[in-house]
């Protein structure tokens, strides 16, 4: 039984080994004119077939993996909804896990009236996780890797964080929170400085939190590249198209660093709709006012 | 002139400098906390594991100006 999931699991990794050096190979004609095309760069299927018609449009990339991620995360996750039953499947079983870890976490951080945001915020790292994890597989290629996508996810994010301070201080009381919540004369006399800075520190927070994941999910891919070419390389000097899969350890830190970075973007939203929302039942614990870059 | 490709890893090995600082202590309290009670090993590995992530974000922006400016060395 053990024996042939051992043999499965070798031939997946020679597989991914294999195929991730042999896509490498296939670089896309190195000897252009712009200089700034990098070589360690890990081709995808769309890229293989439709290379010559994306040249002009490079940003159509992101949104076609996107859509196949989003398609694969609801036919998955629909295909287990509100299904009640004494015996679940496995797969029911590992959803109704993923997702109580995930309502779990949303209670732990925000509270008892934090469980109406764990659509959003469950939604938001399972589409981060698949993404960044979709970098690893052949032929594939992570859209949370390029900027377009997660600047486009911290704006939805930011917009919906907004959005809940609105709704639920009102807009005095946004305006109140913006301004840092003056409760004695001092604060009120600073009341325009802690207003811009506030403000200031309301717009830093998507931009650390996109550039966060796309820095760490881009470091992680273009280190696999850089070793699928080296290794690729390294057995030149027989003359055979084979190469040494050494990448292979740096796809296990890849699944590793998927799936932290998932986790902190969306802790990191949790915290910030928890700051947004009114807390005057902690009048005791020191006032939580600090931008968390 | 050859200053950026002097400046880019130079940049990248003081801002390791710094986040490799910064990790050391967070994992070392992490790691002291652990042995004073076993028994919330699950919690504060969590919370190390979040922790390094963020500590490591900074130099993730410093890699970053090299991945953007890497293209202009010669």
């Known amino acids: ?293 | 002139m050859e200053l950026l490709g002097l400046a880019l890893p130079l940049g990248v090995g003081i801002a390791a400098v710094g986040s490799g600082l910064g990790l050391g202590r967070a994992v070392g309290s992490a790691m002291e906390a652990m042995g004073r009670q076993p028994e919330a090993i699950p919690q504060i590995q969590t919370a190390m594991i979040i922790g390094a992530a963020f500590i490591e974000a900074l130099t993730i922006y410093a890699l970053l100006s090299v991945f953007i400016l890497g293209g202009k060395l010669g």
């Open chain 1, 1 to 293: 039984m053990s024996m042939k999931y051992f043999t499965l699991l070798t031939l997946l990794l020679a597989a991914l080994a294999f195929t991730g050096i042999a896509v490498a190979e296939t670089e896309p004609g190195s000897q252009d004119d712009h200089a700034e095309h990098d070589p360690y760069h890990l081709q995808n299927f769309v890229t293989l077939f439709f290379g010559e018609q994306l040249k002009g449009h490079e940003g159509f990339l992101e949104p076609i993996f996107s859509a196949i991620v989003a398609v694969v995360m609801m036919t998955i996750l629909t295909s287990v909804a509100s299904r009640r039953t004494d015996n679940p499947s496995r797969l029911q079983v590992a959803v109704e896990m993923l997702m109580g870890g995930l309502d779990t976490m949303v209670h732990g951080i925000i509270g008892e009236t934090g469980r109406r945001y764990t659509p959003y915020l469950g939604t938001l790292f399972i589409f981060i996780w698949l993404n960044n994890l979709s970098g690893l597989v052949p032929f594939f290629h992570a859209s949370t890797s390029s900027l377009n996508t997660t600047v486009a996810l911290a704006i939805c994010t930011f917009f919906y964080v907004q959005a809940i301070a609105l709704k639920e201080n009102g807009i005095g009381g946004y305006l109140f929170h913006m301004a840092g919540s003056p409760k004695s004369g001092v604060e009120w006399g600073i009341f325009p400085l802690m207003f811009v800075l506030h403000v200031a520190g309301e717009f830093i927070k998507p931009m650390s939190l996109s550039l966060r994941l796309f820095g760490n999910v881009m470091g992680e891919d273009k280190l696999i590249a850089v070793f699928v070419v080296l290794g690729a390389g390294m057995l030149a000097f027989t003359k055979m198209p084979i190469g040494i899969p050494i990448h292979v350890p740096i796809v296990f830190l890849a699944l590793l660093t998927s799936t932290i970075q998932a986790l902190v973007f969306t802790l990191l939203s949790m915290v910030y709709i928890a700051l947004m929302l009114p807390h005057d039942e902690h009048h005791g614990e020191a006032h939580a006012h600090e931008t968390v870059v």
